[in-house]
């Protein structure tokens, strides 16, 4: 019985890792990543995107991009109308390849970062936003 | 060699096996009627350090009544797991008696009749007999509120919290942190917070115009116990603008921040840190995903989410505290830190059964003068609950509180629909038992109860139950808000909560005319607690109290049975 306890709280804790939430891209955003990459593929690797889980105002919702090694970085909001939101570029003297601003979202959806490395790959971040219309917290 | 981990999973199976956690001897003592102080506080002092944990309170002074939600449902990883168990399940599963004062505590069956049995719970002279008996065992064992302590009764309503500060002052806590409170209003909250006698903690505080964290809330603090140096780390609630008003705290802004927290533990412990305690409102399934993405914590103290656990839950080499809320519950977690790390631990999660803990006098008095003034208003009885009419409200989806709550909404305000918002605060009513004004206010009061009467579309009203049934049905616990579903009275719907957004909520029916809600057409909808500002209305507790106050006989409410859930 006490081992059947502890059994449940591993498998729950175990149990934890959830599958990251698939990119939904619109046409629009196709074309973006397109247009940036020229069809390369694209990997995972040396960029991070930080951003909240729910924007507190979708209105302004502050996000930040970082690489170590990246030459320049496209920043969409994939569920915009208009999905570009920047594009940063860093020349190799840059001291820091980081970069934070506010972005406006019509609703929930996948923010992505795509980073164009040094040695001229491709690496890409998301992160769900969720926009919501406001609850009640306990 | 043996691992920390091992330890702290020996720690954990010495609880359960040897009754430990101090819940193993319910049933025994119940059948030996022979519940008392003593063998409620009995405690084996452990290692070198002791944490005492409250969370939750919501300005309940008194003891009071409150019942455990019998439906408390798990999505995704969490389908299943510990805090998502109720009933006989939850008995079964920690070893609990049946009708034992344990199955009171800490589950909902038989509440009616447990109650004439064991009582009130909670009172905060009470918790202050416990602090007093923790440090006597040992002087400097930290006391930790996890927030959700200046909100929720009438005297705190009318003192802006000045009441519960008062009181929570002589309990002489160490440090704290935030939800409710910033429904005062970021000035009322700044005035109190700047003369507090004690640590105002918050990581994920941060001022929104500069998106910095916010002077006002340090991030953490050290505290030398036992000779061990220890660090508090602060986590408010995440979604604080979104759940509640931000409109009445715009220069504040929150979210997890689960990096700033690794940044954070990395600082502590480099500052040389030998035990890591996250005082928490993040709520337990945001916790325990926290617990496994940033490393380093010891001990996570969990609010937000009221639920209360016998045992700790371990996510590798964290351990999970949940102390219940109302006052219900105290957790004391004693520590084994040695060499610089946490090295196994003992736990108890002590609930405060009012009859059983004698009041702490000094306290007594201190919760007496903040009532007095008041003390007419508080006691005049409204109504009275029918002989099989529990009043209470916890609960994924309806309790009968809100019913009455909805009922209230419907007749007084002429409305089609009512929207009840899904708090988990707010303490029980047993059945054939004086309802006053006091008890109005416990389950009504806020800084924004407008009770409100609008037009929505069909349409709009399912997106609101979609978006509200997100908050908590969403498989990945960061994107969950905490609380409950939203209630609704005059209302019908399905739900399969393991369906996405905007497909959960299907077969939305009017009740009184049993049609399917069109989409395109216009309701009448009342309901209260809108995050919107400028919203109108009378106050709800007048609402209520009115409604209450018109009903010939005692209150009896039909059974709901309007919510048909699936997937659970």
């Known amino acids: 019985m006490e081992m059947t306890r502890r059994d449940v709280m591993a498998a729950g804790a175990g149990a934890l890792l959830i599958a990251g939430l698939p990119v939904r891209v619109s046409a629009a955003t196709e074309d973006a990543i397109a247009a940036f990459t020229g069809g390369a593929e694209i990997g995972s690797g040396d960029i991070s995107l930080t951003a909240p889980e729910i924007a507190e105002n979708g209105n302004t919702v502050p996000i930040e991009v970082s690489s170590d090694t990246a030459a320049s970085i496209l920043v969409l909001a994939t569920g915009n109308p208009t999905p570009g939101v920047a594009q940063f570029n860093f020349g190799p003297g840059a001291a820091s390849r980081a970069a934070s601003t506010r972005i406006r979202l019509a609703g929930t959806q996948d923010v992505v970062a795509i980073a164009k490395l040094e040695d001229g790959s491709f690496v890409q971040a998301s992160s769900t936003v969720k926009v919501t219309i406001g609850g009640c917290g306990g | ?568």
């Not at chain 2, 309990?171 to 105002?200: C, Q, Y």
């Not at chain 2, 201190?366 to 007095?372: G, P």
């Not at chain 2, 018109?550 to 709901?560: H, M, R, Y």
């Open chain 2, 1 to 568: 060699m043996i691992s920390r981990r091992d330890f702290l999973q020996t720690s954990m199976a010495a609880a359960a096996l040897y009754g430990g956690s101090g819940f193993g001897n319910w049933g025994r003592l119940a059948a030996q009627q022979a519940l008392t102080q003593d063998k409620l506080l009995e405690f084996d002092t452990f290692g070198n350090v002791s944490l005492v944990h409250i969370t939750d309170i919501h300005a309940q002074l008194k003891p009071i009544y409150f019942r455990e939600p019998s439906v408390n449902i798990g999505v995704g990883g969490n389908k299943g797991a510990v805090p998502h168990v109720t009933g006989a399940d939850f008995r079964k599963l920690y070893g609990i008696d049946d009708g034992s004062p344990s199955a009171y505590a800490l589950t909902s069956d038989d509440f009616n009749a447990l109650a004439k049995g064991y009582g009130r719970v909670g009172g905060l002279d009470r918790v202050a007999t416990v602090i007093n008996s923790i440090r006597a065992d040992r002087p400097d064992a930290l006391l930790l509120d996890g927030g959700d302590t200046w909100h929720g009764s009438y005297t705190c309503h009318h003192t802006q919290g000045q009441d519960m500060v008062n009181v929570m002052n002589a309990l002489k806590p160490d440090a704290m942190t935030f939800h409710w409170e910033f429904t005062l209003g970021s000035d009322r909250v700044n005035e109190i917070v700047e003369g507090l006698p004690f640590a105002a903690l918050g990581q994920n505080i941060f001022d929104a115009e500069w998106d910095e964290p916010a002077e006002l809330f340090p991030p953490y603090k050290f505290f030398e116990r036992g000779g061990v140096k220890i660090a508090v780390i602060g986590q408010a609630f995440p979604y604080m603008p979104i759940a509640n008003p931000g409109w009445m705290f715009p220069e504040y802004s929150f979210g997890i921040r689960d990096e700033r927290m690794q940044e954070m533990v990395d600082q502590v412990r480099a500052e040389g840190a030998e035990l890591v305690v996250c005082l928490s409102h993040n709520g337990f399934d945001v916790d325990k995903q926290m617990a496994g993405k940033v490393k380093g914590i010891d001990v996570i103290l969990s609010g937000h989410t009221h639920d209360a656990l016998p045992e700790p839950v371990l996510v590798e080499e964290t351990i999970i505290v949940a102390s219940g809320s109302n006052g219900k519950f105290v957790s004391r977690v004693d520590l084994d830190v040695r060499d610089g790390r946490m090295m196994g631990f003992r736990h108890k999660l002590i609930p405060i059964f009012s009859d059983v803990i004698t009041p702490d006098a000094e306290v007594t008095k201190v919760i007496d003068a903040q009532r007095a003034p008041y003390a007419d208003k508080l006691a005049e009885v409204i109504g009275q609950t029918a002989d099989d009419q529990v009043l209470y409200r916890r609960g994924n989806f309806n309790g009968t509180w809100d019913d009455l709550i909805c009922d209230a909404l419907i007749s007084e305000r002429e409305a089609d629909i009512a929207l009840s918002p899904g708090v988990r605060w707010g303490p029980s009513i047993p059945a054939g038992h004086d309802i006053t004004r006091e008890d109005i206010w416990n389950v009504t009061s806020m800084s924004y109860g407008e009770a409100y009467r609008t037009e929505m579309t069909g349409e709009f009203l399912h997106v609101v139950l979609e978006d509200v049934a997100d908050n908590l049905f969403n498989p990945d616990p960061y994107y969950q808000q905490g609380g409950d579903m939203v209630r609704v009275g005059g209302l019908g719907y399905r739900i399969d909560v393991t369906k996405p957004q905007g497909e959960r909520i299907t077969e939305m029916t009017l009740l009184k005319t049993g049609e399917a809600i069109d989409a395109s057409k216009t309701y009448q909808i009342a309901g209260w607690a809108s995050v919107n500002e400028g919203t109108e209305g009378p106050p709800i507790w007048d609402v209520v109290e009115a409604h209450i106050a018109k009903q010939e006989g005692p209150i009896s409410l039909d059974p709901n049975n309007s919510v048909t859930v699936v997937g659970a």
